[in-house]
T-cell receptor
Framework: EPEVTQTPSHQVTQMGQEVILRCVPI?????FYWYRQILGQKVEFLVS????????KSEIFDDQFSVERPDGSNFTLKIRSTKLEDSAMYFC????????????FGSGTRLTVV | EDQVTQSPEALRLQEGESSSLNCSYT??????LFWYRQDPGKGPEFLFT???AGEEKEKERLKATLTKKESFLHITAPKPEDSATYLC???????????FGEGTQLTVNP
């Protein structure tokens, strides 16, 4: 069964450093997402991406964050100048076009900022 | 603002003891209500999407139902491998983001 692949599975970074989280969505999917889950809290939407541009973003997704689809397969989330409160699980998700609303999530990247 | 409330927060069942999880939602226009299963340290695993009140979907021991204000996830004769956190999420007609509830942590004892 097709799956969303995320790398790395765990990343530890120093406060103030930049990190890039990587995702390979399912190949025929058209919509791409990033969500995060702080330990013990609910899954929160960050950003959606369609047709090579951001289609929707949350209040969390400020200038510290950016997304990119550098080629036909990868989808990245960049966090500039990380803060302690950025420590969380970051999930990538993708879904097909409008005819099917099924979202497939990856296994996540656990980001720890020290 | 969309709101999703799940209850109970945690539920312990004996193997074979059927029960239901609740998801209450407030949304201006519902495009879809989603149920996911999440194991510790893993991403949400898709279970069901419900689109309109009265709709029901089943998968093995799980059955999801939807009304205009809430959804239920019924678990019939659960097994220990059903232990997980069950997440409910809504998608509004005006966007594509999912708004999640806090989840119900289900433990099924053998």
């Amino acid at each position: 069964e097709p799956e969303v692949t995320q790398t790395p599975s765990h990343q530890v970074t120093q406060m103030g450093q930049e990190v890039i989280l990587r995702c390979v969505p399912i190949s025929n999917h058209l919509y791409f997402y990033w969500y995060r889950q702080i330990l013990g809290q609910k899954v929160e939407f960050l950003v959606s991406f369609y047709n090579n541009e951001i289609s929707e973003k949350s209040e969390i997704f400020d200038d510290q964050f950016s997304v990119e689809r550098p080629d036909g397969s990868n989808f990245t989330l960049k966090i500039r100048s990380t803060k302690l409160e950025d420590s969380a699980m970051y999930f990538c998700a993708s879904r097909p076009g409008t005819a099917n609303y099924g979202y497939t999530f990856g296994s996540g990247t656990r980001l720890t900022v020290v | 603002e969309d709101q999703v409330t799940q209850s109970p927060e945690a539920l312990r069942l004996q193997e074979g003891e059927s029960s239901s999880l609740n998801c209450s939602y407030t949304v201006s226009g519902l495009r879809g209500l989603f149920w996911y299963r999440q194991d510790p340290g893993k991403g949400p695993e898709f279970l069901f999407t419900l689109y309109s009140a009265g709709e029901e979907k089943e998968k093995e021991r799980l059955k999801a139902t939807l009304t205009k204000k809430e959804s239920f996830l019924h678990i019939t004769a659960p097994k220990p491998e059903d232990s997980a956190t069950y997440l409910c999420a809504v998608q509004e007609t005006s966007g594509s983001r999912l708004t999640f509830g806090e989840g119900t942590q289900l433990t099924v004892n053998p």
